[in-house]
């Protein structure tokens, strides 16, 4: 099976960064997600990482390095409605289903 | 278009019932999956269908069931219900559950089991 880490809650301030981490054990990988769940709504789709590196989005960035096992969430210039969880996930073997990490609460406040 | 639609959006139950949700996805998605999520174990995943046929599957026990109709449409079944049951059930569509990457989700349907 596949064993994914992260940390359980985080709190930021307004305007400032915060990084996510995300670790991993797992085999025949088949990409790295994250996914963003305000309370009470589903979650949706941030970032898909399949090769090491960085991938730039607006204010969010993920990072993926496979020999690792580890990727961060990276955002910038926080926003007090960026409070979410943030859900780290992985496909692995010959489905391209992700697996869930148990998600990270972010709370931002002024 | 419209999104994920997944009914009931709340529902009762009591121990030893047995209860169906439905999920629409997104139109021209023949990939379904489904999700449990509960605050202690976050989401876990039950089963995804394509074509009307199982593709993968989750570690659950046999009381939780799925089928997917040639609309796409899919409904999950738990049946012999337990208070652990007790949860958020997600459904997500993608285009066809390959390395797109992208799950569109449904806000889920919140089953508690009395």
């Known amino acids: 099976g596949q064993n994914i880490d992260q940390p359980t809650e985080m709190t930021a301030t307004e305007g400032a960064i915060v990084q996510i981490n995300c670790t991993y054990q797992?085999?025949?990988?088949?990409?790295l997600f994250w996914y963003q769940q305000h309370a009470g709504e589903a979650p949706t789709f941030l970032s898909y990482?399949?090769?090491?590196g960085l991938e730039e989005k607006g204010r969010f960035s993920s990072f993926l390095s496979r020999s690792k096992g580890y990727s961060y969430l990276l955002l910038k210039e926080l926003q007090m409605k960026d409070s979410a969880s943030y859900l780290c996930?992985?496909?692995?073997?010959?489905?391209?289903?992700?697996?869930f990490g148990r998600g990270t609460s972010l709370i931002v406040h002024p | 278009k419209a999104g994920v639609t997944q009914t009931p959006r709340y529902l009762i139950k009591t121990r030893g019932q047995q209860v169906t949700l439905s999920c629409s996805p997104i139109s021209g998605h023949r990939s379904v999956s489904w999700y449990q999520q509960t605050p202690g174990q976050g989401l876990q995943f039950l089963f995804e269908?394509?074509?009307?046929?199982?593709?993968n599957k989750g570690n659950f026990p046999g009381r939780f069931s799925g089928r997917q109709f040639s609309n796409s449409r899919s409904e999950m079944n738990v049946s012999t219900l337990e208070l652990g049951d007790s949860a958020l059930y997600l459904c997500a569509s993608s285009l066809s559950g390959t390395n797109t990457g992208e799950l569109f989700f449904g806000e889920g349907s919140r089953l508690t089991v009395l």
């Open positions: 996930a992985v496909a692995t073997g010959g489905s391209y289903i992700p697996t």
């Open positions: 990482n399949v090769l090491d």
């Open positions: 797992t085999s025949g990988f088949n990409g």
């Open positions: 269908y394509f074509s009307e046929t199982q593709r």
